[in-house]
Antibody
Framework: EVQLVESGGGLVKPGGSLRLSCAAS????????MTWVRQAPGKGLEWVSS????????FYADSMKGRFTISRDNAKNSVYLQMNNLGVEDTAIYYC??????????WGQGTLVTVSS | IVLTQSPATLSLSPGDRATLSCRAS???????LAWYQHRPGHPPRLLIY???FRATGLPDRFSGSGSGTNFTLTISRLEPEDFAVYFC?????????FGQGTKLDI
């Protein structure tokens, strides 16, 4: 069974940092692009970042550029999102998802990031 | 690319037919349009990809259609578990945007 499990969320003060992790199982992780998507409270889904299978291609949403860094470790079947200089607008559930030819499937359960003083 | 979904909320009953619309700000190829279902307490779930292809295991009461800038998700006979929020998403160009969602209410 394909499974994605996020971790690393929590409460952080404005200006702080967090590193999210997503552990994958049930498929050949090193063959797939992986993606982070977030959903702020009461808002819709927002694509955050994607990283290709060998880390050759990395993309970010404009509002995350320079603050967020996506990376992966294919030996550990994991993808990460380093988030720096967090603001209250970054409060959201962060989901990781497998990227299969123009769609995201499946998604993990998500990890909640709360930025508050 | 901005995706605009309508209506924002759709109030229907089990057994009804639901038609959800997604309009793109510019033409996109059909292979780059997907639909997701999001129920409270669950992660988003892929329903339809490449405009009209059902995800594995998806009942055939779900169907997708459209081209260019206008895309539609149709649920032919609503079941209680179908009442959720539905998002369209484009993969034609980064950033890979989502529509704002249509809430399907009982």
């Amino acid at each position: 069974e394909v499974q994605l499990v996020e971790s690393g969320g929590g409460l952080v003060k404005p200006g702080g940092s967090l590193r999210l992790s997503c552990a994958a199982s049930g498929f050949t992780f090193s063959s797939y692009t992986m993606t982070w998507v977030r959903q702020a409270p009461g808002k819709g889904l927002e694509w955050v970042s994607s990283i290709s299978s060998s880390s050759s291609y990395i993309f970010y949403a404009d509002s995350m550029k320079g603050r967020f860094t996506i990376s992966r470790d294919n030996a550990k079947n994991s993808v990460y999102l380093q988030m720096n200089n967090l603001g209250v607008e970054d409060t959201a559930i962060y989901y990781c998802a497998r990227d299969i030819l123009f769609r995201f499937d499946p998604w993990g359960q998500g990890t909640l990031v709360t930025v508050s003083s | 690319i901005v995706l605009t979904q309508s209506p924002a909320t759709l109030s229907l009953s089990p057994g009804d037919r639901a038609t959800l619309s997604c309009r793109a700000s510019q033409s996109i190829k059909s292979i780059y349009l997907a639909w997701y279902q999001h129920r409270p307490g669950h992660p988003p779930r892929l329903l339809i990809y490449s405009t009209s292809f059902r995800a594995t295991g998806l009942p055939d009461r779900f169907s997708g259609s459209g081209s260019g800038t206008n895309f539609t998700l149709t649920i032919s006979r609503l079941e209680p578990e179908d009442f959720a929020v539905y998002f369209c998403q484009q993969y034609a160009d980064s950033p890979y945007t989502f529509g704002q969602g249509t809430k399907l209410d009982i």
